[in-house]
C-alpha cells in the first residue's frame, strides 16, 4: 500500500487561503444578495374594501384600468349592467390585457403573446396557464367598491 | 527660437523617458512577429475586431448619454425627448448609440456563428470560446438592461415580459425576478437597478471579460480551419491585418452614420403602467427567438409549466453551447466532423425561423 503523501507547507496554505477566502466571500455575497432584495411584496390587489368609481363612470360594454392599492385592477361593466373586477395582469407573463367587450362573445386579450380568457376571466387560449385573478365587487349608492376574494 | 537639431533632442530625451517606462517598442516587436493566416476564410477574422469597435462607439456614445439622462420614471421619457429635441447633436448620438447596439449583436453573432463553423473553438482555444460566449450573454444583457431607459411603452412591456421569465423556476425564479425588479411592478426600482447595471456593472465585467478575450486571442493566435492545414501563407498583424481592420472599422463607421443620420431611432409615447399592451407590440429582433418560443410553447406539457420548460430549455441550451469545444471530439482530433455543424446549423435554422415566424404571425 502507497504511503500517504503528507500535507505540505504550500497546499496547507493553500487550502487555508481557500478556506478564509470562502468564508469571508459567502457571507459578505449574503448580504450583498439581501441587500439587492426588495421588501416582502403585498398581496396582489386591494384586501380591504377600497372605492374603485362611481357607477355612472362605466357604460355597458366598457371596461376602465385602475390603480388600486398599487396594482392594476379591470372593472368590466357588461352590456346587463352586470359590474365584475379582474387584476388586469395576463397571467402568463404581467402584461396588462384588453376587454373586448364588442365582440360577439366579449373576453380579454393580452396582446403580448395571444393568451385569451372569457368574459369570466377564465383562460381559453393562447399560453396563459390560469384564470385572471377575481375581485369582489359592491355597490353601495353610485359608489362602487372592490375588495380580494 | 530653437533649432531643428535641439527639437530632435527634446523629442529624443522625450522617447527614451517613455520608452523606458512604457515598453511600447517590445509590444509593437510583439505585434511585428504576430503574424495571422491568409487563406479563402480570413475574411471572417475581421469580425471579432469589429464586433469590438461597435462596443467602443457604445462606450462613448453612452458616456455621452449620462449627461442628460434621468433615471427615474417621471423623469427619464423627457429626459431623452430632451436630448432628441433640444440638446446640440442630442438625436444623432442617441440614435448611433441605438443603432450601434443593433449592429454590435449581430456581428457578435456572425463572428460567433463563423467561429463555429470554422471550429476555431479547438485545442488550446476553448477558453477564448468559452469568454466568448460569456460575451455573448453580456451583450444581450447591455441590449435588455438598456431597452428600458427611454421609458416608452414598448419598452415597458419588454421588460416586464422579460424580467417575468425566468419567475417559473422554482425558488431561484422569484428571487431573480426580486432583484432584476426591485420591487414587484416595473417601476423607479427597476428603472434605477437597470441603470446601474447597464452602465456600471455591465461594463466593468464587459472590459475585464473583453481583456482575456483578447489577450487569449492574441497568444494563441487565429485558428486554421481543418481543413485548410496545407493551404494558408500568412500576413503579419502590424501593419498588414491592422491596417484590413481599420478599413472594416471605417466603412462600419461610414455605414452606421449614414443608418443613424437617414432612419433616426425614433422615440415612443411614454409609458403607462395602466394601458393594455399594444396589438403587434414585440421586442428587438434579437429577442424574437425567445418571444416566439414563449408564444409557441402551451401553458402546460405533460403537467409541466410550459415557463419553466422554456427555462429549462435555454439553459440547457446554453449549457451545451458553452461545452461545444468539450463535445466536438471530431475537431479536437483535427477532424471536420459533420455532427457539430449540423447542430449549429439546426441552431441558426431555428433561430432564423422564429424570427421570420414572429414578425409574420
Redesign the interface.
Given at each position: 500500500m502507497p504511503a500517504q503523501s503528507p500535507m505540505t507547507r504550500r497546499s496547507f496554505l493553500g487550502t487555508l487561503a481557500a478556506t478564509w477566502v470562502g468564508l469571508v466571500s459567502l457571507p459578505v455575497l449574503k448580504g450583498i444578495l439581501d441587500y439587492l432584495s426588495p421588501a416582502a411584496a403585498s398581496t396582489a390587489g386591494p384586501s380591504a374594501k377600497t372605492f374603485a368609481l362611481r357607477w355612472d363612470q362605466l357604460v355597458p360594454n366598457s371596461s376602465k384600468v385602475l390603480k388600486l392599492d398599487n396594482k392594476p385592477v379591470m372593472l368590466v361593466k357588461t352590456s346587463g349592467g352586470q359590474l365584475k373586477a379582474f387584476s388586469a395582469r395576463c397571467t402568463h407573463l404581467g402584461c396588462i390585457v384588453q376587454y373586448k367587450g364588442d365582440a360577439p362573445a366579449p373576453h380579454f386579450e393580452c396582446n403580448c403573446h395571444g393568451s385569451r380568457f372569457d368574459a369570466n376571466g377564465v383562460n381559453i387560449a393562447g399560453p396563459a396557464p390560469r384564470p385572471l385573478d377575481r375581485f369582489k365587487v359592491e355597490v353601495d349608492g353610485n359608489d362602487v367598491f372592490v375588495l380580494k376574494v | 527660437m530653437m533649432s531643428s537639431s535641439s527639437k530632435s533632442e527634446v523629442r529624443g530625451v522625450k522617447t527614451s523617458w517613455l520608452a523606458e517606462r512604457i515598453p511600447s517598442t517590445e509590444v509593437l516587436e510583439f505585434l511585428r512577429r504576430k503574424q495571422v493566416p491568409l487563406h479563402r476564410h480570413t475574411v471572417w477574422y475581421l469580425l471579432g475586431g469589429l464586433t469590438g469597435f461597435f462596443f467602443l462607439v457604445q462606450v462613448v456614445t453612452g458616456v455621452l448619454l449620462t449627461f442628460y439622462y434621468s433615471p427615474n420614471p417621471s423623469e427619464a421619457h423627457e429626459s431623452v425627448r430632451t436630448i432628441v429635441n433640444t440638446v446640440p447633436h442630442g438625436w444623432l448620438i442617441r440614435s448611433i448609440h441605438s443603432w450601434s447596439a443593433n449592429f454590435m449583436i449581430a456581428t457578435l453573432f456572425l463572428h460567433m456563428f463563423s467561429v463555429f463553423l470554422l471550429k476555431a473553438y479547438r485545442k488550446p482555444r476553448e477558453v477564448v470560446w468559452i469568454t466568448g460566449v460569456i460575451l455573448m450573454l453580456l451583450v444581450l444583457g447591455f441590449a435588455f438592461t438598456g431597452y428600458l431607459l427611454p421609458w416608452d411603452t414598448r419598452a415597458y412591456?419588454a421588460t416586464?415580459?422579460g424580467t417575468?421569465?425566468p419567475r417559473a423556476i422554482p425558488v431561484l425564479g422569484s428571487?431573480a425576478v426580486?432583484?432584476l425588479?426591485?420591487?414587484?411592478?416595473i417601476g423607479a426600482?427597476t428603472l434605477m437597478r437597470m441603470y446601474t447595471i447597464h452602465t456600471t456593472i455591465l461594463p466593468l465585467t464587459a472590459i475585464l471579460i473583453i481583456g482575456c478575450h483578447v489577450f487569449l486571442t492574441l497568444f494563441h493566435g487565429s485558428s486554421v480551419p481543418p481543413g485548410l492545414k496545407g493551404e494558408p501563407g500568412h500576413i503579419r498583424f502590424f501593419p498588414a491585418f491592422l491596417y484590413r481592420d481599420l478599413m472594416t472599422w471605417t466603412a462600419a463607421l461610414v455605414v452606421l452614420w449614414w443608418v443613424a443620420t437617414l432612419v433616426p431611432w425614433g422615440l415612443g409615447e411614454k409609458a403607462d403602467?395602466?394601458?393594455?399592451?399594444?396589438?403587434?407590440?414585440h421586442p428587438e429582433w434579437y429577442f424574437l427567438p425567445l418571444?416566439q418560443t414563449?408564444?409557441l410553447?402551451?401553458?402546460?406539457i405533460l403537467g409541466i409549466?410550459?415557463?419553466l420548460i422554456v427555462n429549462l430549455g435555454v439553459m440547457f441550451g446554453m449549457g451545451v453551447w458553452f461545452a461545444v469545444p468539450f463535445l466536438d471530439r471530431a475537431a479536437s482530433q483535427e477532424r471536420s466532423g459533420r455532427a457539430m455543424t449540423v447542430l449549429g446549423l439546426l441552431l441558426m435554422g431555428y433561430l432564423a425561423l422564429t424570427i421570420v415566424l414572429a414578425l409574420t404571425t
Open positions: - | 412591456f416586464l415580459i417575468e421569465v428571487f426580486g432583484i425588479k426591485g420591487g414587484e411592478d426600482a403602467p395602466l394601458a393594455s399592451a399594444p396589438l403587434g407590440i418571444y414563449l408564444r410553447v402551451p401553458s402546460s409549466n410550459g415557463e
